[in-house]
């Protein structure tokens, strides 16, 4: 009965979790201006938040830089299930015009599952918009089953009593 | 005992638009030490720039470098890499670049001015000026295709003219801008809550500011009367009677109205150039392939961006080097960071108006 309750919360309020892995900053912009009046997305309930553990849409923007790759794979695991990522931008889906740099990783989906492409570089608010309500009848479909992540682990050894998320990202 | 605590922020933070991690050591509420790692964003385009691309698409590759300054860069880069060909311009092309720099940015110091409000914790104010930054994105999408990647300069010209249809829509966009943005210079100066979190805080003198390089509305806001446009003439600014803007304070106040002061500025220089705009062609036919050296400064938001071009007689350029001006104003800010409350740190950060991807390239 609980589960039923927090789905249906779930639905009106999705919060998202923005992760820069890289961008340019255009679509982290365009992003703040659809929460902004004009486009606002707080109509629909969608909140920024900043704490993984609280949010149910991770928004990602940028290649995956080699900087970032372990952070973004950190991110995804805090977030619980079920959850949606959303890859916004065109660098997001593909690399775009960073793929074959030798600081990019071409894509998101290399990394972590993604359920939404958003195309565009960047992409406009209105289709950052349509992205987002797309995740959110995904995010209804999805069940309690977690999911996998695809390529995504490599070994979890310790290292100085914690765990050594050097690797966590594997090798491709 | 161990009288300080080390506090990390970032990568990934609330506050933070982009991967930047600092890490403060705390002595109480104080902030005693800080170190900043700003190289999260790293992709690679300067080799990128030389090898996989030619030199007629790195100006669109450069754009991509940062989407807040993205005409910035591509500007930069066409000007040095039009002063290695011997290209001509027009003048209309120089004017409608002008035009473009400068709505680019009234939309990167609103950004800045709604960022620092909301994390000064002014929500109310950070969703007004998103709100009437609006309307200079809509002339910049009137005026060159799209919101933020404009790709409008081509090197010898520019890729779209404007017709009286879209210059009527950026003249009455700004003009009700000017209104707007007055209301909310009136807010950041009258309101008693901002003025506590904004006057007095984040402090750079002259002399720290010269002696970490300040760049921009960080130096413009401690008294150094510097600025790209004033000193070379890349742009017709000089046509239009530009005039700098500065504050002594050295305060995150100080830094918000050089900010401000500064959009009423570029407001005034477009209104000019749609006055004087020069009849004729936008683009002139590109000729010859680049050869030697040369280097070009441009007034980007944040402050002087620098491109040094090397070529000789390919398709590909030999070396292609940014540097930006937020890697030049990093040791300014470790330097207002320290002294200061933890809690203000946020609001400082903002009031730099840090662009990593700039800096990390």
């Known amino acids: ?172 | 005992m161990k009288k300080t605590i080390n506090i990390p922020l970032g990568s990934q933070h609330i506050a933070l638009l982009e991967p930047v991690r600092f890490s403060f050591t705390c002595e109480n509420e104080t902030i005693v030490g800080v170190e900043a790692d700003v190289g999260y964003v790293h992709r690679g385009v300067e080799l990128a720039c030389t090898t996989t691309f030619k030199f007629k698409q790195v100006g669109y590759v450069v754009a991509r470098v940062c989407g807040l300054c993205a005409i910035i860069h591509s500007t930069c880069y066409t000007l040095a890499a039009e002063e290695l060909m011997g290209q001509e311009v027009p003048r209309r092309a120089s004017y409608l670049r002008l035009i473009a720099n400068e709505l680019d940015r009234i939309h990167s110091h609103m950004l800045c001015l709604a960022h620092t409000a909301e994390n000064a914790g002014f929500e109310a104010l950070f969703m007004r000026t998103m709100k009437d930054r609006e309307l200079v994105m809509e002339a910049q999408e009137a005026m060159t295709g799209n919101r933020v990647q404009f790709d409008y300069v081509s090197i010898g010209g520019v890729n779209r003219d404007i017709t009286t249809d879209i210059e009527a829509l950026i003249r009455q966009r700004l003009g009700l801008l000017k209104e707007k943005v007055g209301e909310i210079k009136e807010l950041f100066e009258n309101n008693w809550s901002l003025s506590l979190k904004y006057k007095g805080v984040g402090i750079i003198t002259a002399e720290n500011a010269y002696r970490n390089s300040a760049l921009g509305p960080l130096a413009r806001a401690s008294g150094i009367d510097f600025d790209v446009r004033n000193e070379s003439a890349y742009l017709p600014y000089g046509e239009l009677g530009f005039a700098s803007v500065t504050m002594s304070e050295g305060d995150i106040h100080a830094r918000n109205m050089v900010r401000l002061l500064e959009v009423f500025e570029s407001i005034r220089l477009i209104e000019s150039a749609l006055d004087g705009l020069p009849e004729g062609e936008i683009a002139a036919k590109v000729r010859g392939t680049p050869e030697g050296e040369s280097y070009m400064r441009v007034e980007a938001p944040r402050g002087e961006c620098f491109y040094y071009l090397k070529a000789s007689k390919g398709q590909y350029l030999d070396r292609v080097r940014i540097k930006t001006p937020t890697f030049g104003s990093v040791p300014a800010m470790i330097e207002a960071l320290k002294g200061a409350n933890y809690a203000d740190a946020p609001a400082i950060i903002a009031s730099f108006d840090p662009c990593l991807s700039c800096t990390a390239r």
């Open chain 1, 1 to 172: 009965m609980i589960a039923e309750f927090l789905r249906r919360f779930r639905k009106k309020s999705p919060w998202v979790l923005h992760y820069n892995a890289g961008s340019c900053n255009g679509c982290d912009i365009e992003i703040l201006a659809c929460l902004a009046p004009k486009y606002d997305l707080e109509r629909l309930g969608i909140r920024n938040t900043g704490n993984p553990k609280q949010s149910d849409i991770f928004l990602v923007t940028g290649p995956v830089t080699q900087r970032s790759r372990e952070r973004l794979v950190e991110l995804y695991t805090q977030i619980p299930e079920p959850k949606v990522v959303v890859a916004c931008g065109s660098c997001t889906c593909t690399g775009g015009v960073f793929r074959g740099m030798y600081g990019s990783e071409d894509g998101i989906d290399r990394y972590i599952p993604v359920d939404v492409y958003i195309g565009g570089c960047a992409p406009h608010p209105e289709q950052i918009i349509d992205g987002l309500v797309q995740a959110l009848e995904i995010l209804e479909k999805k069940s309690k089953n977690v999911e996998q992540p695809k390529k995504l682990m490599g070994e979890i050894s310790e290292r100085d009593g914690g765990i050594d998320k050097t690797n966590m990202a594997g090798k491709l």
